[in-house]
């Protein structure tokens, strides 16, 4: 099945102008990237109170008398030491990346998927009052599907292409940068059309007027391409492209729950880096803190004896490994009718997670 898959690239890439993935990554990610809004390590600070006898009160108190009349100053008593540090809980603050497959062979996954957004969110609005989201979709890699190649030729629409084929796009910068938030996807299956987020980010926030219509565009991502979804989460995650000249400027919160969710049909054996490092890059963009993360993988199960996809044995599920190496994570054979029961365990370790988070 792997075999096919990764065959199917290749044919691809031919259509697509001889242009594929690319043969390589620049930068490795053993080092797991931080956060940009996390800064150092969280500030802590303690109050303690200590318990007189009825005598020392009450020298205690003739004491400040005496001071307060001789100085001619009131006494305000002992000022206060700051407070504890900042009480637990995420406050309803989830950063949701949602890193979706664009292989040719992901159709019927996309769909499921954005069928199964709306139930999730309400669960979530549910649980957490004023429940506050970022949720961005990364790019996988390159430009979208037929630019510059179906320019050429396109009038109407691209002959070898979708017939609402946008033949007027102009690309922004962040519309090639892997990890950056999609906001105009191109090719069969996708949205063919940009995006309209409010406030301009690359991502969508609370502030969204119509949040199930602008999570089905940008989660509309095609059957064009192919798929790197660790890497792409990953990338979303790093410190320049969270910096406030980055694709994703203001999208990492410190004070913030971190989810990410990946939807593939094969193991990702097409992402630089091993699961440890895709691990590590998760808790380090919160600082060091596993229980600021929750994973959600959705992938092929053929690794399982009990595969709802049918079992063939052999190598490393690497998406497997991945939820393995996180605490706070679920992984879903992408074989079943909905995903809607994936998504409930999901909100339920978010809730669960949000309850005890501390921002660092």
Not at 104 to 131: I, Y
Not at 313 to 319: A, D, I, Q, S, V
């Amino acid at each position: 099945m792997r075999r096919l898959a990764l065959a199917a690239l290749a044919a691809l890439a031919a259509c697509n102008n001889g242009e594929g993935p690319g043969p390589g990554f620049g930068s490795s990610i053993t080092t797991a990237p931080q956060g940009t809004s996390s800064s150092g390590d969280a500030s802590t600070s303690t109050s303690t109170s200590t318990s007189t006898s009825s005598a020392e009160d009450s020298a205690a108190a003739s004491n400040s008398s005496t001071s307060s009349a001789g100085s001619g100053i009131p006494d305000g008593g002992t000022p206060p030491d700051g407070g504890d540090k900042p009480p637990p809980g995420c406050m309803g603050k989830v950063d949701l990346v949602f890193s979706i497959s664009s292989s040719w062979t992901m159709e019927n996954q996309q769909e499921a998927l954005k069928a199964s957004f709306p139930g999730f969110v309400d669960t979530l609005e549910t649980a957490f009052a004023g429940f506050d989201y970022h949720i961005l979709v990364p790019r996988q890699y390159g430009p979208p599907w037929g630019i510059p190649g179906c320019e050429a030729d396109c009038v109407d629409t691209c002959p070898t292409g979708p017939e609402d084929y946008p033949c007027g796009a102009v690309l922004e910068p962040c519309d090639t940068v892997k990890g950056a938030g999609i906001t105009f996807s191109a090719g069969w299956d996708a949205s063919n059309e940009r995006c309209d987020l409010a406030g301009g980010h690359r991502y969508i926030t609370a502030g969204q007027p119509d949040l199930t219509g602008a999570f089905t565009c940008v989660g509309s991502v095609g059957t064009s391409g192919a798929g790197v979804v660790a890497e792409a989460a990953v990338s979303a995650l790093k410190d320049e492209i969270n910096a406030p000249a980055g694709c994703n400027a203001g999208f990492l919160r410190e004070d913030a729950l971190l989810v990410v969710v990946a939807i593939d049909d094969v193991w990702d054996e097409l992402s630089e880096g091993t699961p440890k490092d895709w691990a590590d890059a998760l808790v380090g963009a919160k600082g060091g803190d596993a229980d600021a993360v929750v994973l959600l993988v959705i992938a092929n199960d053929i690794d399982d004896p009990d595969s709802l996809c049918g079992y063939e044995p052999g190598g490393e599920h690497r998406l497997r490994t991945w939820t393995q190496l996180l605490p706070h994570s679920v992984f879903g054979s992408m074989c079943v009718d909905s995903y809607d029961g994936y998504f409930a365990d999901a909100a339920a370790k978010i809730k669960a997670q949000c309850d005890v988070f501390v921002p660092q």
